[in-house]
C-alpha cells in the first residue's frame, strides 16, 4: 500500500535440523519494514534441508536474496499455481510454471529446475540440461549454485571432468563461507587437480572451512577437516606454517568488506548505471574482491561475479573504487588484505 520495494540479502546459518539459527542483513531494500520481514519471515517460517558431507548433515551460512515486488493478482495467481503444483507431487506441471520464472533470472526456479533434469522429476532425465540452469544461477552469484555447479564440473556431470573449473567455482562460493566448497577446495590444492599444488593455501582453505562450520552438532565434520588439515601441516616446516598465516591472496580465503559510506556509493552507483543492458528485470547482485591496503586506500578491483552482466560488473568497480572500507587487522594492526563486497542493483 505505501508503495515500497527493493531487495533484501541475508546471511543466514541454516543448522543441522534445518532451522535458521542466525540472521545477518547484508543489503538492505531501502526500507526497515521490508528487511524487518525478510528476516522475521525465514527465520520463523524457514525450513532448509542441510547441507551434508559424507552423509552427516552439518550447518552451514548460505546468502539468500529476497525481493519485494509490487505484484499484480495474475503473479499472485501464478504463484500460488506453483505452490499448489510442489504440494501435489505434480512435477510436471511444476516445471511447465517454473521454466517462465528461471528464464526471467529468477534464481530459485534455475536452481529448482536444474535439480529436477538432474534427477528426472517432471522430465527426462538430462544431465546437460540441469549443468545449463545450476551454470545460470551459479553466474548470478548464488553461493549453493556455486558450490553445486563446482561439484558437476568435478564429477563430470552434463560434460567432462574440469577441475580447474571445479576450483573456480569452488572458490566463489568458498569466497561466500560455504564450508563444503572450502573443504573440496583444500583437497584440489593438496592434490594439485585443476590447481597448481600449493600446501600453503591448501592449509588456509581447510582452516576457512573449519572457521565455517559454526554448530557444536558439526563436530563430527570438524573432526574430519582437522584431520585433512593435519595431514597437511604435517608436510609443512613451521617457517611455511608461519608464512602461510600472512598470505594474501584473491584465490585465498577473504573477509567481508564493510562500506562505511554507503551513501554516497549508493548515489555514485545510480549516476553510473549503464546504458543498453537489455530487456532485464528484477535485481542483480555483483560479487567484487577489493583489495584494501593497511592505510585504508583501494586497490585492485576484481569481478568475481558479474550476474551475467559485463557492463554491471564493471560499473560497480568503478563505484567501488571510491568506497571507505576498513582495513584487515591481525593483532590489533592494520594491512593490506583482500576483502569480498557485494552490491545488488535494482534493474531500471
Known amino acids: 500500500m505505501a508503495h515500497e520495494y527493493g531487495a533484501t540479502t541475508l546471511i543466514v546459518y541454516i543448522d543441522v535440523d534445518g532451522r535458521v539459527k542466525e540472521t545477518r542483513t547484508e543489503t538492505g531494500s531501502g526500507y526497515i519494514a521490508l528487511d524487518e ?15 551434508t558431507v559424507d552423509g552427516v548433515p552439518v550447518g552451514t551460512w548460505q546468502r539468500m536474496k529476497f525481493t519485494w515486488r509490487l505484484d499484480s493478482p495474475e503473479r499472485s495467481d501464478a504463484a500460488d499455481s506453483l505452490l499448489s503444483a510442489y504440494k501435489k507431487g505434480d512435477y510436471a506441471r511444476l516445471v511447465k510454471l517454473l521454466l517462465p520464472y528461471a528464464r526471467d533470472g529468477a534464481v530459485d526456479a ?7 533434469y538432474l534427477h528426472g522429476m517432471g522430465v527426462a ?57 572450502a573443504f573440496n577446495l583444500a583437497v584440489l590444492y593438496q ?17 576457512a572451512a ?5 554448530s557444536p ?23 611455511e606454517i608461519d608464512a602461510a598465516s600472512r598470505t594474501t591472496s584473491p584465490d585465498g580465503p577473504v573477509i567481508r568488506g564493510y562500506v562505511r559510506n554507503r551513501s554516497a556509493i549508493e548515489k555514485a552507483a545510480h549516476a553510473a548505471y ?17 583489495l584494501v591496503r593497511a592505510d585504508g586506500h583501494i586497490g585492485e578491483i576484481r569481478v568475481e561475479t558479474s550476474a551475467g552482466l559485463p557492463k554491471l560488473g564493471a560499473a560497480t568497480a568503478q563505484v567501488l573504487s571510491q568506497a571507505d572500507i ?23
Not at 520481514?37 to 527465520?43: F, L, N, P
Not at 549503464?274 to 577489493?290: W, Y
Request: aromatic fraction near 8%; proline fraction near 5%.
Open 217 to 239: 552438532s558439526a563436530d563430527p565434520v570438524r573432526a574430519a577437516y582437522a584431520s585433512l588439515r593435519d595431514s597437511i601441516r604435517a608436510g609443512m616446516s613451521p617457517d
Open 274 to 290: 549503464p546504458a543498453n543492458l537489455g530487456e532485464h528485470s528484477g535485481s542483480r547482485t555483483i560479487v567484487l574482491l577489493v
Open 125 to 181: 532425465l538430462d544431465a546437460g540440461a540441469a549443468a545449463t540452469w545450476m551454470r545460470k544461477a551459479a553466474e548470478q552469484g548464488s553461493t549453493v549454485a556455486e558450490y553445486d555447479y563446482g561439484v558437476f564440473n568435478q564429477e563430470g556431470i552434463g560434460g567432462p571432468k574440469d577441475y580447474a573449473a571445479a576450483a573456480m567455482w569452488f572458490r566463489k562460493a568458498a569466497h561466500q563461507r560455504h564450508a563444503d566448497a
Open 191 to 207: 592434490s594439485g587437480l585443476g590447481v597448481e599444488r600449493n600446501a600453503s593455501m591448501a592449509l588456509l582453505w581447510i582452516e
Open 37 to 51: 520481514a525478510a528476516e522475521r519471515c525465514i527465520t520463523v517460517e524457514g525450513r532448509f534441508v542441510p547441507q
Open 110 to 116: 534455475q536452481i529448482m529446475l536444474a535439480r529436477m
Open 210 to 214: 573449519m572457521g565455517s562450520v559454526g
Open 326 to 348: 576498513p582495513p584487515g587487522r591481525v593483532g590489533g594492526q592494520p594491512l593490506d588484505a583482500w576483502q569480498i563486497v557485494t552490491w545488488t542493483w535494482a534493474l531500471r
